[in-house]
């Protein structure tokens, strides 16, 4: 069954809002906040997770290239820690609507919560990523966005695999991580990581 907007996208600014990340346990949770512009469509828009990454990229330059407006938010690894992850992904939603230089009328967010958001309505919206067009669209630029920046970690900590499995918490991560040790991009309240803290591995600094 099709999603009925509570608004005319025709005529009202439409955002769409999703994350990327709470369960990984290295790096920002990422969120993405898109307005299309009804006069050009992007085609093949769907959930990031059901894309392969070449779709993605090439749906990510289609995207920020045609959208009235989009942006990026984020919460680091510190903010997890000391929020949870649930808090931390709500304030990287806000950040993203926040940063968008084009104000939204509506804003339609993934999931079945909402954050605190003051300058327009805001909707959850059960599986939105896969119902409504703006959703999906923010959730390929969250992905993309964080995906690439699990390629830039690979790079500056080698041998964790990060451009393997994205910093979720697989057979192959958890033995680098027992190997290596946690730096300080980690989420130090995630479990695998106080398991390995309260351990015989010591936290390594970034550098």
């Given at each position: 069954m099709p999603f009925i907007y509570p608004v005319d996208p025709a005529t009202c600014l439409v955002c769409g809002v999703d994350e990327v990340g709470r369960g990984p346990l290295?790096?920002?949770v990422v969120t993405a906040a898109v307005i299309l512009d009804p006069q050009h469509p992007v085609p093949g828009l769907a959930d990031s997770?059901?894309?392969?990454p070449r779709r993605r990229e090439a749906l990510y330059g289609l995207i920020t290239s045609s959208a009235r407006a989009w942006a990026i938010g984020r919460a680091s690894p510190a903010e997890i820690d000391r929020l949870n992850i649930l808090a931390a992904s709500m304030l990287a939603m806000r950040r993203a609507v926040e940063a968008l230089t084009v104000r939204p009328d509506y804003v339609l967010v993934d999931g079945n919560r909402t954050p605190e958001i003051t300058c327009c309505p805001v909707?959850?919206?059960?599986?939105?990523?896969?119902?409504?067009?703006?959703?999906?669209?923010?959730?390929?630029?969250?992905?993309?966005?964080?995906d690439r920046e699990m390629d830039e970690l690979a790079v500056r900590y080698p041998g964790y695999g990060y451009e393997r499995h994205r910093g979720y918490p697989t057979a192959e991560h958890l033995e680098a991580l027992r190997r290596l040790g946690v730096?300080?991009?980690?989420?130090?309240?995630?479990?695998?990581?106080?398991e390995i803290l309260g351990g015989v591995c010591q936290s390594r600094a970034e550098g």
């Open positions: 290295v790096g920002d997770k059901k894309l392969t909707q959850a919206v059960i599986r939105g990523d896969q119902l409504v067009p703006e959703i999906s669209a923010a959730s390929i630029l969250a992905k993309v966005t964080r730096h300080d991009l980690y989420r130090k309240s995630y479990r695998p990581v106080r």
